[in-house]
């Protein structure tokens, strides 16, 4: 049970749009056509306006349609209705893309478009990209919901990619994603066996779940949201396993706060590690690396090196291979660091995330 949002797209030459007349006689080609498939019809409200014209068209109180002229040449058709489950559609795509069609050739446009119905209100289905594009997931319950002090997180079942853990709106992993993990922690490469490890977030304990097959010496993880360890534990074991059941064994320790803090004690004392991992924040997209964010970025660095060996190593994800500017502005911040340190790459294609996704190797030079 949704709204079911169906939009349409049309450019028009700009002498069709601009002209009052004209864009008359769009408005009625277009509602005529609609009645084909909305027979009853009504003109709810319509208004001139200075970029073009507007109306709201309306069927039993129930479905909604607005038409849109922009003087610049484009012409846009909102449909918007409830489906109950169970029902059909009052529009298939398939019946979409033939009106799409019909008026296209009638307005002899130069271009146009109708995307499959957006189906939005009882559980989320559109997630963004690293790029901000807008994906949709094939998602049919949601598992569990809640808010921490830091965050609103969301499990929800995907019937491709499994249990997704969703963390302000954003996909973090989901139980079809080992080989986000693996490449983070470049398996088959690094050497973990009898090493000491940090884990900065990890709340999912994948990553910890998964290091710990490589026999290290002693693990510690710096979470600071219990909620979503918890909601974890419980929905997404099959990535995380038992790891999260209990917080501290002879192979290694979850600590439950801000890791920064944690990483100044760690520094106070003299702590090392042979690697550190930043499981945590993604590279943000900006166009300059200023906020609160890369402060935070920053911060994670510089303490990271602190409390690494001589020849350990920080790994970390970055983001997608499609934000160039934001990872190439997090790879300036890289060359800033004293003492200079020397990176490589790596990248996976990450199937909960539908796009390619670019990890960092982080040693001193």
């Not at 002899?108 to 949709?136: H, N, T």
């Amino acid at each position: 049970m949704a709204a079911q949002t169906i939009l349409f797209d049309f450019t028009v030459d700009t002498e069709k749009t601009s002209d009052p007349k004209s864009r008359q006689e769009i408005a009625k080609l277009l509602r005529s056509e609609l009645e084909h498939i909305f027979p009853q019809l009504e003109l709810a409200y319509q208004m001139t306006m200075d970029d073009g014209y507007y109306c709201v068209l309306a069927e039993n109180k129930e479905t909604i349609i607005t038409c849109r002229i922009f003087n610049q040449g484009l012409v846009t058709i909102n449909v918007e209705y409830y489906l109950e489950e169970g029902k059909e559609p009052i529009m298939s795509f398939d019946s979409s893309k033939r009106l799409e069609n019909t008026i296209a050739k009638k307005l002899k446009v130069l271009s146009g478009q109708v995307l499959p119905a957006l189906k939005r209100g009882d559980v989320a289905r559109y997630f963004p990209s690293s790029d901000e594009r807008i994906i949709e997931y094939d998602i049919d319950s949601l598992v569990y919901e809640a808010r921490s002090p830091f965050q609103k997180i969301q499990i929800l079942h995907s019937k491709t990619l499994g249990n997704m853990l969703v963390l302000d709106e954003l996909q973090n992993i989901a139980e079809s994603d080992l080989i986000y993990t693996e490449t983070l922690m470049g398996r088959g490469i690094e050497d973990y066996k009898d090493k000491e490890i940090c884990i900065l977030g990890g709340g999912d304990g994948a990553l910890l779940y998964e290091l710990l097959k490589e026999k290290p010496k002693f693990v510690v993880m710096l979470e600071i949201d219990e909620l979503v360890m918890q909601a974890c534990n419980k929905y997404l074991n099959s990535i995380c396993g038992d790891v999260l059941e209990k917080r501290k064994s002879d192979a290694y320790e979850i600590v439950v706060g801000d890791c920064v803090e944690y990483m100044k004690k760690f520094i106070a004392e003299g702590r090392k590690f042979d690697y550190v991992f930043g499981d945590l924040t993604d590279i943000p997209i900006s166009g300059a690396p200023i906020g609160e964010c890369w402060d935070f970025i920053r911060t994670i660095l510089e303490h990271s090196f602190k409390i690494l060996k001589p020849d350990g190593k920080y790994l970390t994800h970055g983001n997608g291979t499609s934000c160039m500017e934001s990872l190439e502005l997090f790879e300036d911040q890289l060359r800033l660091l004293k003492p200079k340190v020397k990176f490589t790459t790596s990248k996976a294609f990450v199937p909960s995330f539908m796009e390619e996704w670019l990890f960092y190797q982080v040693s001193l030079a």
